[in-house]
């Protein structure tokens, strides 16, 4: 089985970018399943027309994070749209975190969780979650794909090896800097994170010169203006044996001229 998994969409550059790539990507990997994390669509959050454009763009899931919750006009989609997954650890919020999915006529779980480190809305302990909802995942599903939306290296790296060997794909979401290091441990593949599909100059999606002046004024960083330009896309591909191993992880990283 053949996954397509896609960092955070970043403001508008970012999902005319995804617009513009993800059908020939999925062409060319013959992707049998295609993931994209949208929580910064709308630069913070994502609206529903977002949704529907990620959707019409080739995403068969999408997956959500922190963000997603700042945009209120999502909260009544997300409950209602199987499709449209957020951290399974915040149990409070709307919607769901965790769904099954029916590719090349097999049943694919996928879970999303959110880290703790530097993360709103408290989410629960993923690390005590993560057990029971992936025990959950596999009664159905041999194949079970997690995106870890979470800011630090280390808790996404700790997750690796709890997940090592009981899952088909781990990837990290949330920092939109894509890491060297894919891998594949145990018939698990994992990626410390997929990178965003932004625009290409930028300060992780955020325009450089208000970047800039927010660091130098010493504020907090705040994500308010998105420039124009061409976009970057990144994330992954992977193949996934009958008995659920990951057989095959490469990093996608790509320009994209709009
Ligand atoms: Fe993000
Ligand atoms: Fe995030």
Not at 67 to 74: N, V
Not at 109 to 115: D, E, I, M
Not at 141 to 167: P, Q
Not at 185 to 197: F, S, V
Request: hydrophobic share 40%; charged share 25%; net charge negative.
């Amino acid at each position: 089985m053949n996954i397509l998994f896609m960092g955070d969409v970043a403001g508008e550059t970012g999902l005319r970018g995804l617009e513009k790539a993800l059908p020939e990507l999925r062409r060319s990997y013959a992707a049998d399943l295609t993931l994209v994390n949208g929580e910064n669509a709308a630069g913070v959050g994502m609206t529903p027309e977002q949704a529907d454009r990620i959707f019409y763009a080739g995403a068969d899931v999408i997956t959500l994070g922190n963000h997603a919750f700042d945009r209120r006009e999502i909260l009544d989609r997300i409950d209602r749209d199987e499709r449209i997954l957020r951290p399974a650890n915040l149990p409070r919020l709307p919607g769901r975190g965790r769904g099954i999915f029916e590719a090349r006529h097999r049943d694919v779980g996928v879970l999303v969780l959110s880290g703790r480190f530097g993360m709103d809305y408290s989410p629960d302990n993923p690390f005590i979650a993560v057990d029971k909802e992936i025990a959950e995942l596999k009664k159905s599903c041999s194949t079970v794909l997690v995106d870890f939306h979470a800011e630090s290296t280390s808790e996404k790296i700790a997750m690796r090896y709890a997940l090592e060997g009981k899952v088909s794909l781990l990837v990290g979401t949330h920092t939109h800097v894509q890491t060297a290091d894919e891998q594949i441990r145990g018939g698990t593949g994992y990626i410390t994170d997929l990178g965003m599909c932004g625009p290409e100059d930028s300060v992780i999606g955020v325009d450089p010169a208000w970047a800039l002046e927010q660091f130098r004024s010493g504020k907090a960083f705040t994500a308010k203006t998105w420039p124009e330009g061409d976009a970057a896309i990144s994330g992954v591909f992977c193949e996934i044996g009958n008995d659920g191993k990951c057989v095959r992880i490469e990093r996608i990283l790509k320009n994209v001229k709009l």
